[in-house]
């Protein structure tokens, strides 16, 4: 069983930055990649990006110069930093994390509002 949590989420002007946390817990060895997802009302669930059993995040083409995801393996936190943020990045940001039974956990979100 899995545990998803995430946090950090706020108001933030455009061009500022933001780190989002998410924590995860339980059964991690059962864990093979973590993702961040995005959703704006009204549309479908957008990947952010992807951290795999590989190590090497893969980003969405269109956020790949301002999103980076890293891990702290010793707190099972991986984090999402964004910067140069944009009106358009206003969303609640999921951290959805992959077992090998393919199983899925999502968090409940967290709100990131970009506005002046």
């Known amino acids: 069983h899995v545990q998803v949590v995430e946090s950090g989420g706020g108001l933030v002007q455009p061009g500022g930055s933001l780190r989002l946390s998410c924590e995860v817990s339980?059964?991690?060895?059962?864990?093979?990649?973590i993702s961040w997802y995005r959703q704006v009302p009204g549309k479908e669930r957008e990947l952010v990006g992807v951290?795999?059993?590989?190590?090497?995040?893969v980003y969405a083409h269109a956020l790949r110069d301002r999103f980076t995801i890293s891990i702290d393996n010793a707190s099972n936190l991986i984090y999402l930093q964004m910067s140069s943020l944009r009106f358009t990045d206003t969303a609640v940001y999921y951290c959805?994390?992959?077992?090998?039974?393919?199983?899925?956990?999502w968090g409940q979100g967290t709100q990131v509002t970009v506005s002046s």
């Open positions: 959805k994390a992959s077992g090998y039974n393919d199983q899925e956990t």
């Open positions: 339980g059964n991690i060895s059962s864990i093979y990649a």
């Open positions: 951290l795999g059993d590989g190590g090497r995040p």
